[in-house]
């Protein structure tokens, strides 16, 4: 399945046992010699939801949240038939909480799908510089169930780029989801202000690398914008693999993260014994 192109393979812990899901990841999410995709998500029984999500990164390493990959368990599970078909949410346990994911319904298939992504919280000073090769890199770090370093392009003129697309990604992205400043290793994004409701976007992944989009750096970094002074609270998110909105709600703290979700090709994997 796929949210924006943020691509993972999912696997029905319902019906199906996975010993070693780690192992797994790496080699099925492989593009050469395994299925390809970004990771690996296994939708698991749960006692407090309708389904519990774990979350694997394409190097075998486990997050705690996936905001695309929550949308497509909630549409595999509606479309599915796991959840009554007069429903129109779901209720998806992670490691960073319960999240409940709203949807329309068309012919019998979940399709525009909300989830609520809870409460971001600031981890850096607003904003903080870090050094990178000798250059001053300024950031705003949030975490809304993954750590994140959001970097604004315009406040940054040491990496020589105005425009997303010209950033030079797979030489930055490495060294600052390594850096000594994120002991657990971070997510970076890079983001271009468009309008006070409109940014470019672009993602390096801890444990993934660049991928099309990602749902909590979405949510991030609408959430530094607003904090920094950017951004308004309804954005609109254009990232390599399509576009996303994020409405934050300042009653309650909340960011919503909305957008489409597709069931691409359904298969048998070998595993091996």
């Known amino acids: 399945m796929q949210g924006c192109g943020n691509d993972y393979v999912y696997i029905d812990c319902f019906s199906e046992t996975v010993a070693e899901p780690a192992a797994l990841a790496r080699r099925i999410s492989d593009r050469h010699y395994g299925v390809g995709g970004d990771g690996l998500i296994l939708i698991e029984p749960s006692e407090t939801a309708d389904a519990f999500m774990r979350m694997f990164n394409a190097d075998g390493s ?111 992205g490495p060294a600052l989801e390594t850096h000594p400043r994120f002991p657990e290793r971070v997510n970076a994004e890079f983001i271009e202000l468009l309008a006070p409701n409109e940014i470019h976007f672009r993602v390096w992944e801890r444990g993934s690398g660049e991928t099309l989009a990602c749902g909590t750096g979405t949510a991030a970094a609408v959430y530094a914008g607003i904090c920094a002074g950017k951004l308004e609270n309804d954005v609109l998110v254009h990232l390599p693999g399509g576009d996303l909105r994020v409405r934050y709600a300042p009653e309650d703290g909340h960011c919503f993260l909305s957008g489409g979700a597709e069931e691409v090709f359904s298969g048998e994997y070998p595993c091996p014994e």
Do not use: Q
């Open 62 to 172: 486990e997050g705690s949240m996936c905001g695309n990959g929550v949308r497509c368990v909630a549409k595999y599970l509606y479309d599915h038939g796991c959840v009554p078909a007069e429903r129109r949410s779901v209720f998806v346990d992670t490691r960073a909480g319960v999240r409940e994911i709203t949807f329309r319904a068309e012919d019998g298939r979940a399709a525009e799908l909300t989830v609520d992504m809870g409460k971001p919280s600031l981890t850096s000073e607003l904003p903080e510089v870090l050094e990178l090769w000798g250059m001053p890199l300024c950031f705003v770090g949030v975490d809304i169930g993954n750590p994140h370093a959001v970097f604004f392009l315009e406040d940054n003129a040491a990496l020589g780029v105005r425009r997303a697309a010209e950033l030079n990604l797979a030489r930055f």
